[in-house]
């Protein structure tokens, strides 16, 4: 990407033009590539990728992005010529018309109210505009500045390149630029690129407009270990604003870009802040600071499954203490066994044996959970007892069959008690909670990431009650799929719509196979576009798979399409 000669005139008539540029075309023979990069085969990159120029042997082109390449993709996707695809005929500057940067860098010049007349005299060659402007060249990017870059810089040739500069922030450029024998195309450039410009001519840069913040941000949510902060987006000046977030410990900044934040106990009694940045097109972008959280206080525990006795209730026998679940998990849990609500001496242990100074007591148990940076949780037992009169025994039974997939049936197996002639009461918990009763339990899309399990309550006169508990599992769903598959001339278009119950919108991604090739799209909203090309024609079978995770079960779907010739 380079540019041209210096030209004497470039003329009203067409044949003042055609010989003048005769003349012209004779020099570029030894001035070529004007505007252009290495003449080395560009490797085949997906759109909206596409490094910024050739991959040289020698040196690898980094941190720059193709944004849209020519006028009508270009203008489609948002990004103007500014008029240069219908005025690209004439010469501005004396410079090549056509497509080639210097010219159009002069026609944006022009059109910013600058002189029809070049302000310099000599070549008007990409590489000679920053040496025959060094008074108005620096390394400040600007908007409606020049990026010119020298000879032979990674991705240029000898006759150096200029681009319109369209856009600035913190860490990057976006130009527009003509490309001598290519394209009009926008791109993305870097400040850590090895593509950055050699420098800025600022002949007659564009003022940005100030963004202005009229609601100041805010941090909603609980200040404690575990809970989630959300910065609000507060408002601005203008709609559309592109919105960046950086979160700060006793104001330092920490590596958290995220609206949302959940502190851990690394963070216990500091102060949390967030400094939102507006951005847009045009406008100079700004940084408001929210107000500091209180100190963050510790973290509540929550009790997932309380703590559960089981064991038979007689002089005699041993009691175990199940303690029961935690969220987060607690790193310790303290017990204390209790005989009609007073504490037992030394009973501090998972297991307890009933003697003769408990006939005719009630058991229960206490549990305090206990994590660093959380406050302390103290859970109690269910009551058993009182002691002496034995426990329904259960020799067997009472197993769960079936999976913990969403319309699938979990189906108890009955219990074997002793005496035989106890009544049996089958139950199915969510989380802990009874949600049905009986034998069998359909699962359904509200299951969908819970845990299930079943409880078989046994009776009998002159005994007491036991129960069985036994787990089902995490509840997961199989995801469903809407693949719509349109044949083009070798090759197709897959659109396909993924849903699962109880979980919305369906996350992870999504791929198709079609003649051999297979493609791979992350999900949005439950959906994904896949485009195919250089597929045989005729019927090609398409195949679209899920991968499943978390609690998605892995799924598949067949269709065909007809590919055109």
Known sequence: MVHHVHLQSHGSQPSRRYAGRAAGLALLALLLPLCATPAVAEPTVPDGARSWGSFSPATRLTGSTLLCSGYSACSSAGYSDAGYGAASGRMYWQMYSGVNCTNYAAYRLIRNGMSSSRPW??????????????????????????????????????????AYVEK????????????????????????????WPSGFIHFKDVAQKPLVNTARPALNGTAKIGHFLTASAGRWNQPGVKLSYRWYDNGV???????????????????????????????????????????????????????????????????????????????????????????????????????????????????????????????????????GDPAVGVRGGGTVSGAAVVGQTLTATPVVTTPADATA??????????????????????????????????????????????????????????????????????????????????PGSVSAQVGGRTLTARLVDGKAVLRFAGLRPGAQRVVVNHPGGGVLLPASTSTTVRVAS
Do not use: C
Not at 127 to 143: I, K
Not at 173 to 195: C, K
Not at 451 to 474: D, F, K, P, W
């Open 121 to 162: 005299s000599g070549s008007g060659m990409a590489y000679n505009w920053g040496r025959a402007m060094g008074q108005r060249t620096d390394a400040t990017p600007t908007v409606g500045s020049i990026a010119w870059w020298e000879s032979n810089r990674p991705g240029i040739g000898s006759g150096g390149h200029v």
């Open 168 to 195: 600035v922030t913190a860490t990057e450029i976006v130009v527009s630029e003509s490309n001598w024998g290519r394209s009009f195309d926008w791109r993305r450039i870097s400040r850590t690129s090895n593509t």
């Open 253 to 387: 900044p920490f590596k958290v870009t995220t609206a949302k934040f959940r502190p851990m106990r690394a963070r216990l009694g500091r102060r949390l802040s967030v400094k939102v940045t507006a951005s847009k097109s045009g406008f100079s972008s700004a940084s408001v600071m929210t107000p500091a959280t209180q100190p963050i206080a510790p973290g509540d525990l929550a009790n997932r499954r309380a703590p559960r006795i089981s064991g038979s209730m007689a002089v005699g026998q041993t009691l175990t203490l199940d303690p029961g679940s935690y969220t987060p998990g607690a790193e310790a849990k303290a017990v204390q066994w209790y005989a009609d609500g007073r504490p037992v001496a030394g009973a501090t242990g998972a297991s307890f044996v009933v003697n003769q100074a408990h006939a005719g007591a009630t058991v229960t148990a206490a549990v305090t959970a206990r994590r660093r940076g959380f406050n302390d949780l103290a859970v109690r037992s269910a009551p058993v007892g009182p002691a």
């Open 425 to 506: 009461v089958y139950s199915w918990l969510r989380n802990g909670q009874p949600v049905a009763q009986g034998r069998s339990y359909r699962v359904r899309k509200t299951d969908v990431g819970a845990s299930l399990a079943l409880r078989v309550i046994v009776q009998s006169a002159g005994h007491r009650s036991t129960e069985v508990r036994r787990e089902a599992g995490v509840v997961r769903s199989k995801p469903w799929f809407r693949v719509r598959a349109v044949g083009r001339k070798h090759g197709a278009v897959v659109r396909i719509w993924v849903a699962s119950p109880g979980v919305l919108p369906t």
